[in-house]
């Protein structure tokens, strides 16, 4: 058969690996100044003030709901539709997450679902930026200033998306983005913090630290003795400059990856939607997405399964994935006791097809192709 399409590939080439080289030159692998510099590079990228980068965007959530103040009895706003890592978070700081119903149409977080979730317990809203495109959060934010809620932004898939005609981790709340390889772009692991807030990423500076007073660059560079101090309890949350050295190389070729994402999106937009039995995304106009993944629904007219369907085009030599999962059906969230028809109807029914940004126009076909033959 000879064809194999991957889910995603990363695009790493030449300049990622003369910038590590040059790390393991220096001699400095572990954080220093070229995690600075991604994190500069990066904050000014998304338009935030600051931004801190961490080893993933679960250690990053569970940072920024920390610094937060997200605590044992706190219950916090998510939806269940997304990759577990959004409510291990909430767990993994003592608090207690609430899931949400989603918008079909989006498979975001409904605004409208939120306020009768609110109970004297609520302290935040977490809305995740489900596959790149981003949630409603002007109304969030509304819902949350009523309520006197903080909103952290789970923005793990959505780096170079906007809202509004802005960047996501650009609208003043705390966002937490992933730089693991099926993102937008990749350190291998690694996350990223933003923050308008100097006070937040102080701390969130510390917490990835050990809870340490002074980071590792600024005691090298000092000309006198420093004897830091612990001023709270932290984690090693640390990126390594080889990350950080490969995060600017990536964000170099963002622009091209982005552009790269939306035209093959757009040739399966087009193609996949003469196809019977099957829905395309629709992108509100207000959204600029970046199909960080790229999904579809097959619809209970189909007159094959959607596992069947992923069975038939693996045989083919195409690799998909099951749509996002709904964290509240899984064992290990079973207490949590939620009916969520359109969250449950969503997982069962969608999938995710191969998009990267070199996939060829003839990859493309052949997805779109076998498609057709499978279904009908
Ligand atoms: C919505 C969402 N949140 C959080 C995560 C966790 O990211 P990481 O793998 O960087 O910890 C992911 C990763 O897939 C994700 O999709």
Not at 69 to 77: P, S, V
Not at 111 to 137: C, N, R, Y
């Amino acid at each position: 058969m000879g064809i194999n399409i991957p889910i995603t590939k990363p695009y790493l080439g030449e300049e990622e690996k003369q910038l590590i080289s040059k790390v393991i030159d220096s001699g400095w692998v572990s954080q220093g100044p070229k995690v600075a510099e991604f994190e500069k590079m990066f904050a000014e990228y998304v338009g935030a003030k600051y931004a801190i980068a961490t080893t993933s965007c679960t250690t990053a959530l569970h940072s920024a709901l920390s610094v937060s103040g997200m605590g044992h009895g706190d219950e916090i706003i998510v939806p269940s539709l997304s990759f577990i890592a959004t409510a291990n978070s909430v767990v993994h700081c003592g608090a207690t997450p609430v899931f949400v119903e989603i918008d079909p149409e989006t498979c975001n977080i409904n605004p409208d679902k939120i306020e009768s979730a609110i109970t004297k317990k609520t302290k935040a809203i977490m809305p995740v930026h489900q596959m790149g495109l981003p949630a409603e959060i002007d109304s969030i934010r509304e819902i949350a200033n009523r309520h006197g809620l903080k909103v952290i932004e789970d923005a793990a898939c959505a780096i170079a998306s906007e809202y509004k005609g802005k960047r996501i981790g650009g609208h003043g709340n705390i966002a937490c983005f992933s730089f693991h390889p099926r993102k937008m772009i990749t350190t291998g692991e690694g996350g990223m913090i933003t923050t308008d807030d100097c006070n937040i990423a102080e701390r969130l500076r510390r917490f990835r630290h050990h809870g340490m007073s002074i980071s590792d660059i600024e005691r090298h560079k000092a000309d006198k003795v420093i004897i830091e101090s612990y001023p709270e309890i932290g984690y090693n949350y640390r990126m390594t400059d080889i990350q950080g050295a490969m995060g600017i190389a990536q964000l170099k070729k963002l622009p091209f990856i982005l552009e790269r994402r939306r035209q093959i999106a757009g040739f399966y937009n087009k193609a996949l939607s003469e196809i019977r039995h099957i829905r395309v995304p629709k992108i509100p106009d207000h959204i600029y997405h970046n199909y960080q993944s790229y999904w579809i629904e097959i619809l209970v007219s189909s007159p094959v399964s959607r596992d069947a369907i992923m069975e038939r085009l693996l045989d083919k030599g195409i690799a998909t994935r099951r749509g996002i999962m709904a964290i509240h059906m899984e064992r290990c969230y079973s207490k949590y006791r939620v009916f969520l028809p359109e969250t449950e109807r969503i997982t069962k029914s969608t999938v995710i097809l191969p998009l990267y940004p070199s996939m060829s126009d003839e990859e493309q076909r052949y997805v779109v192709q076998r498609i057709k033959e499978v279904l009908q």
